[in-house]
């Protein structure tokens, strides 16, 4: 593409793309009095204020803060005088650093892949891609490794040189004569210095360059520094205001009721048993559910559930989780395996060695985040739509919504709120809550209506983890290593590079069967290694039995191409003690994933005591991202993905029936609790290898080093999950 638009004569040497038209428009859309956009996501104010304009929702991970560590340590900005917020759901503010990571990360490259001269050209084709797309997405660990590396560090490091050129040109100096510090341009020689407040103005009209000169890791005074979070103190105060905060002058509520076999259709309902019930406005009939609007939200619920809504469930009444089971299993033995990836003489090395053959499962799963589904929307008289509502996408919220209004996007207004809990739920292609809101919206015009999903409807009307059947056969040496390693399983999609091993065996298979089901799926934490994880470190595990190995040396030996994962592994292991004795019943299981970029390594420690009671003692973690821009953050990060990982672990299954989730609140769709949380001990192993992301790859590793845990104290091995479905207590006798 780079090449293709060069040879045409289509070389941009300006930043993104971002001359003073583009420049005017930001400053229409997002600066306050008394500010003025330099670049793309970077504001300063008359006093020296700077703001870092975030391209993705706040969903608790930090990202506001590292964003802005990135961009202000370029810019040498003085933290004290650095905020962020949300960027606007507009094209303008479209994430083109993001589509350019994704870009180059596929072809193995990074931001020194691309020639100097070639970065305008790059950036501003990512960025019409990106207004193409409607990108603003918060998912795939993205958003330092990515947004931070090609757009937060270029912006402030090409504001950085504006402000230089500002200075010089006051001074009548050669650029040269100037340095920074602290947000101040200082002249060398006379010691004479200008805040960025003074310059900016100045400064705004010179282009961005595409290519500024970006700092060494030696030059870093913000990155790499544990510095406190933005949000925290209004989370913990109560000042944030969530989706499901919002308040409209005027707002009616919305209780909904949905055709619980996927696929079903309304096909009655009794509004004679609402008729003149206190506070009722209005019942809204949809193709596949019911909304009552009224003025109390309790008021529209009971009058949902009154109205005895009768579905019809259509050709899926009959699925079930067992059913799904068996077909798959089924599929998995006869069905045609299309393959994906084969390396040396593939399945046709089996024969060179032992068969061990092992077949995994895990089911489907909910995202079950704090903050359940809800949208506000208003469909005012005069035909605008105004919608405010947590999502994982602003700007592609505010086109879905157009969209189901049947609205031009210049009608609609979105306004993105902080979410609390996403994990997938509320990225693009999973926004049933915004489609049923405008819709309810519409059918009341002039009243705005804040629809809210019950946890009932929640869990049950989610867009799930797949439920995913893997089958492994390896062929092993007279010492126990794997020479052929083949692993076949199950997708309702495509292959996933997920199950591709990094360990070191000679001929490797990889290969689907496509079992569609009509459960809707979507992105689940950590999404395709979050099941790929548990799938191949028990086999490796497994395989580490049968040779009476020691697990951790079983992997070093299959490491020994991969220095960076031994000294990842090395280290979780080191840290937890590996090797020294633990009680009876007590057991540790190691396990470690490389995901978005991240190497993870987990050692759970545990104890079956008597009668089969699970208590997982202590995790302790080693992250491998390069370098962590936040360690803070990066380490609140790895202990909130052991808890979601053991909560997913221990509990977490939606089973089907009838067409119909059976779930539907927390005590029949589990977390953990406090009393039983783990201590969970994290660290970190910095390197010279490419930002990887925090948000996800601590998940994947903490089903197997649980699992290989429960095995190395009672000799159960977990080959589907969750745990809770396996007795323990017979295990825990004969371990004594």
Known sequence: MIGGATAAGALIVGYGLWPSGRIGRANLLAAKPGERFLASWIKIANDGR???????CDMGTGIFTSLSQMAADELDADWKMVQAEAAPSDPLFANGAMAEGFALAKEHMTIDSVPRILRGTAMNS???IAEHMNLQTTGGSCAVRFTGVYGMRVAGAAVREMLVKAAAARMN?????????????IHKASGKSFGYG???????????????????????????????RFDIPAKVNGATQYGIDAQVPGMCFGAIR??????GKLASVNEAAVAGNRGVKKVVRLDDAVVVVADRFWRARSAVEALQPVFDPGANGNVSSKTIREEQLEELKNGKVKKDLATGAGADALKNGTLVERTYNVPYLAHAAMEPANATAFYKNDGTLEVWASTQDGLGSRVFCAKAAG???????????????????????LWNFLTYAVKTAMAVPGVPVKLVFTREQDLQHDYYRPNVTSRFRAAVSNDGAPVTWVNEYTTNDGPNAEAHIFYGVPNQFYGTVQVPAHVPTGPWRSVEASWHGFFVESFVDELAHEAKRDPLEYRLALLRDKPRHSATLKLAAEKAGWGTPLPAGCGRGIAMVQSFGTIVAHVAEV????????????????????????????????????????????????????GAVTQQNFPDFNALRLAECPAIDVYIHESDAPLGGAGEPGVPPVAPALTNGIFAATGVRVRELPIKKHGLADAAQAAG
Request: glycine share 12%.
């Open 198 to 228: 003074e310059l900016a103005a100045e400064a705004a009209g010179f282009s961005p360059s595409a290519h500024p000169k970006l700092k060494a890791q030696s030059e870093y005074k913000l990155v790499g520094k544990p510095i406190a």
């Open 407 to 429: 609205l031009h996007l210049d009608k609609v207004t979105f306004h993105l709120m902080p979410s609390g809990g996403g994990f997938g739920r509320r990225l693009p292609g």
């Open 50 to 56: 700077i703001t870092v304009v975030i391209p993705h």
């Open 607 to 658: 104890e079956v005591g008597k009668g089969g009671v699970l208590k997982v003692r202590r995790v302790t973690s080693a992250a491998s991202c390069g370098r962590a821009v936040n360690p803070d953050g990066l380490k609140a990060q790895m202990e909130g993905a052991v808890v979601f990982g053991l909560s997913a672990a221990l509990y977490g299954e939606i089973t089907i029936d009838e």
């Open 173 to 185: 100096a050669p650029e040269e004569d100037f340095r920074m510090e602290m947000s101040r341009v």
């Open 126 to 128: 990512m960025r019409v």
């Open 258 to 263: 949905i055709s619980p076999a996927f696929g």
